[in-house]
């Protein structure tokens, strides 16, 4: 039995492998089609498998049988001809404590994937843990999405043990943009990470976050675009 992805938030699949519960975002490209679909999927005594895939939005998602890449960050927003990612290396303990720290790619890989040209940037992990990391936690009310960004506003601090005074906006890059949301379309919480670069090929790894954003109010998913965004796909009743 084949799990029909594209219209579920978090579902139980039976198969001949037994029962799955999965998680599944989309992130449409423009263009296409086709979409980055991002998946968890938890069976029986904690197995565990996710990764990401690209497939037509007509097609079943079958975890199973998907051909599925590693990403780490999602650098640009995606088009129907290209894709840029960034994984870091995971390396043992013992190898990578003997290294220098490198901060710009150790290595690219091209390739294509469902008739889409993807290239990896592939960062060392002791130069990529060494770098400043960012965790910031924010209530917002409302927000505005231009092609490449979003603008979300009057931000309140959640994180810290001291009262902060309220930020006015902050803008994000649209493409590592995860959406989590309730069965009626209402986000319950917005997750962005990103990587900051220098240098005059920008491919120094300088910093790296993670934006953790709650709306204050009641906001629908269907207020953002579907690309440069990964959304929870939504279950439907009827097909229960």
């Keep these: 039995m084949f799990c029909l992805g594209n219209l579920f938030l978090n579902f139980s699949c039976l198969s001949g492998y037994g029962e799955w519960d999965i998680t599944l975002y989309e992130q449409k490209i423009e263009g296409t089609s086709k979409a980055i679909y991002k998946y968890d999927a938890w069976g029986g005594r904690d197995s ?3 990764g990401y895939t690209i497939l037509d939005t007509t097609e079943t998602f079958d975890f199973i049988g998907v051909k599925s890449f590693h990403l780490d960050y999602l650098l640009e927003i995606p088009t129907k001809d290209f894709i840029e990612i960034a994984n870091v290396d995971d390396l043992p303990y013992a190898e990578m404590k003997k290294m220098v720290e490198v901060y710009t790619p150790v290595r690219l890989k091209e390739r294509e994937i469902s008739g889409i040209k993807m290239k990896t940037k592939f960062f060392q992990e002791k130069g990529y843990r060494s ?3 960012r965790m910031l936690q924010y209530e917002f009310s409302n927000f505005k999405e231009s092609k490449d960004s979003i603008v979300f506003y009057d931000l309140r601090d959640v ?3 001291v009262k902060l005074k309220p930020i006015d906006s902050i803008k994000v ?4 943009v995860i959406i989590h949301q309730k069965e009626n379309e209402e986000i319950f919480l917005i997750v962005i990470k990103s990587l900051e670069f220098s240098g005059t090929e920008k491919d120094s790894l ?3 976050f993670r934006l953790d954003l709650t709306p204050k109010n009641k906001i629908s998913s269907s207020l953002f675009s579907d690309y440069g965004v990964f959304k929870q ?4 009743n009827d097909m229960l």
């Design 48 to 50: 565990h498998k996710a």
């Design 159 to 161: 994180k810290s043990m």
């Design 206 to 208: 300088t910093s790296k």
């Design 233 to 236: 796909k939504i279950k439907r």
């Design 173 to 176: 890059k649209k493409g590592h």
């Design 131 to 133: 770098v400043n990391y």
